[in-house]
C-alpha cells in the first residue's frame, strides 16, 4: 500500500500554477504585439513637436525590407533622423527610409525637425512585400 505525503497534492497544485502564471507574463510582456494576420505594424510613440518617434514591430518570417515614409508639412526638414533617412525633401515636406536586412523584433525610427509639428499635421506609412506571395503592402502608422 503507497502512502502520500501531506502537501505533495498542494505542491503539483502550486507548480502547475506557477507555470500558467509565467505562460501568461512571458505571453502579455513579449516585444511583438501584432494582430492574427500581421506581419508588421507601426505606430507613433511621439507624434508631434520638434522629435517624432516610429515603433514598427516585425513579425516572423520578417520581409527583407520595409520603406518608411514620414509626410511632414511642406518646408518642414528632417535635421536628423536614426537610422539616416534615405531621402529627404523639405520642399514637399517628405522624408523616406529603406530599412534592409529587417529582423523579427522592434525597430525604432527617430527623427529630429527644424521647427515643431502639431500631430494632426503628420501621417506616415510602412511599405514592405510579403515574404512567399511578394504581394507589396502599404500600412499607416498609427497614430497614440
Known amino acids: 500500500m503507497k502512502t502520500r505525503h501531506a502537501g505533495s497534492g498542494a505542491k503539483f497544485l502550486l507548480t502547475i500554477g506557477l507555470g500558467c502564471l509565467g505562460l501568461v507574463l512571458v ?3 513579449s516585444p511583438a504585439r501584432l494582430r492574427a494576420g500581421e506581419l508588421v505594424s507601426a505606430r507613433y510613440l511621439r507624434a508631434q513637436g520638434r522629435e517624432l518617434v516610429v515603433k514598427i514591430i516585425v513579425g516572423s518570417p520578417p520581409p527583407p525590407s520595409l520603406i518608411v515614409i514620414q509626410n511632414l508639412p511642406a518646408g518642414v526638414a528632417v535635421r536628423s533622423s ?8 523639405a520642399a514637399r515636406g517628405k522624408a523616406k527610409w529603406l530599412l534592409r536586412e529587417v529582423q523579427a523584433g522592434t525597430i525604432m525610427v527617430r527623427m529630429s525637425l527644424d521647427r515643431a509639428v502639431p500631430a494632426a499635421a503628420i501621417a506616415g506609412e510602412i511599405r514592405y512585400r510579403e515574404p512567399g506571395s511578394g504581394t507589396m503592402i502599404t500600412l499607416p502608422i498609427a497614430k497614440p
Open 82 to 89: 536614426r537610422p539616416a533617412a534615405r531621402s529627404v525633401n
Open 27 to 29: 505571453t502579455l510582456w
